[in-house]
């Protein structure tokens, strides 16, 4: 049987040096001939953005980020930008930073210059999200995707080593779901293969020493390529049922992840032989669960939802929701049956199935 796909690669320039943040970003900014930029930082990050920023002209400065990117809040960012006549978005941070200057990009087209400080992997996609009474809704335009992606490992350094873990591990979902998601092809497959790999051998570096260059400049590197993956593939079962948890009871991004990952895999791989082939041999072992189980243990992720604000009254909603997007071409089917066993298991911290 002949191969047939088809594959879009996203254009957008990679800048990837330690140490190399406020040059390349004063580079782009040059280059693009930018007269009013507009630089994005929540507060925690808002020092370090005026450190890589010292070498530009900048029109303004703005913090009001939050989680999941509320509309009022878009809403919000957009009138300063309009009202600063900013050309150019320079966001500094996570994915919250990143969605922020995306939701501007969606309805002014500004291009935007993304540093990430975090393994989120927003920065190489053209995925926006935006939340309104506690629904989140996600599309797809070329708009949004940053036309440029600095890399820096040092700045990832003050990311503590739980929230790196769980941000890798936000990664690796990407990774994990581009195998099976809609647009699901060969490249973005060995994409995904490649990403898995290098935030496993990444992420053990950077709990062993928080200020290991070496274990931020894989886990980057890694961030990168599933997020290239994810991009072209589309979202799977996992990212539905996340941004689900996430857009609704206001869970936290990475630690949502972390958490319902393994037990995505176990409800898809019996289904998926090939998919679950590629993760064993990315993260070693004999069995796809039981490798992503020991990773996650190794790394001291987070296990359990209501650890971290689910509460069990929530499952059943939860449940109806994710049902309803999850989609149709999921290796296995999402029955609610099958989906509120996963949530349960997930809420409590229970073993994966098959781990």
Known sequence: MSLEFDHTTLGQRVRFGAGGAAANVADEVRERGAKAVMVIAGTSEAELARRITTGIDVALHYDDVAPHVPVDKAEKARAAAAQHGVDLLVCVGGGSTTGLAKAIALTSGLPIVAVPTTYAGSEATNVWGLTEAA???????????????????????????????ASGLNGLAHCVDSLWAPRADPINAALATEGMRTLAAGLPKI??????????????????????????????????????????YDLPHAQTHAIVLPHVLAFNAAAAPQAAERITQALGGTDAVASLVALRDRLGAPKALRDIGLQESNLDEATELSVAAIPASNPRPATTGGVRALLAAAWAGSAPEGS
Do not use: N, W
């Not at 949004?144 to 820096?152: A, C, E, G, M």
């Not at 980057?220 to 997020?227: D, T």
């Open 207 to 248: 709990v062993a020493d928080p200020q290991d260059v070496e274990g931020r400049d894989l886990a980057l590197h890694g961030a990168y390529l599933s997020a290239v993956a994810f991009a072209s593939a589309g979202s799977g079962m996992h990212h539905k049922i996340c941004h689900v948890l996430g857009g609704t």
């Open 135 to 165: 629904r989140k809704t996600t599309g797809v335009d070329d708009r949004v995707l940053p036309r440029t992606v600095v890399y820096d490992a040092e700045l990832t350094r003050a990311l503590p080593v739980e929230l790196s873990v």
